[in-house]
């Protein structure tokens, strides 16, 4: 079993800068694959970023277009997402997961999450 704990989140203003991190217990974390999700309110789930257990490949959202990077830290179990140039619609619950087994686009192919953040922007 794996617990995922978020921490980071906020309230901040547009153009600004926020850092969350995801800290994994359990099983062996340098293992899984590990992502980060965000929704909205009214709206879907949506894939935000991704990092490869095996090579560090990662996978970014269209609407990131280079405002974030996320990267993990396989000593300390934890993966990091850096949130720049937030804008108002980057609002809402951002959650960790882990381990996943069918491509990381689809929230139902992760295994593992955590209970979210809230990251509020303000414009």
């Known amino acids: 079993q794996v617990q995922l704990v978020e921490s980071g989140g906020g309230l901040v203003q547009a153009g600004d800068s926020l850092t969350l991190v995801c800290a994994a217990s359990g099983r062996s974390f340098s293992e899984y694959s590990m992502g980060w999700f965000r929704q909205a309110p009214g709206k879907e789930r949506e894939f935000v970023a991704s990092?490869?257990?095996?090579?560090?490949?990662?996978l970014y959202g269209d609407f990131v277009k280079g405002r974030f990077t996320i990267s993990r830290d396989n000593l300390k179990n934890t993966v990091t997402l850096q949130m720049n140039s937030l804008k108002p619609e980057d609002t809402g619950v951002y959650s960790c997961?882990?381990?996943?087994?069918?491509?990381?686009?689809?929230?139902?192919?992760?295994?593992?999450w955590g209970q979210g953040t809230q990251v509020t922007v303000s414009s």
């Open positions: 990092i490869a257990w095996n090579n560090g490949n990662t």
């Open positions: 997961a882990g381990y996943n087994f069918r491509g990381p686009y689809d929230p139902a192919s992760w295994r593992y």
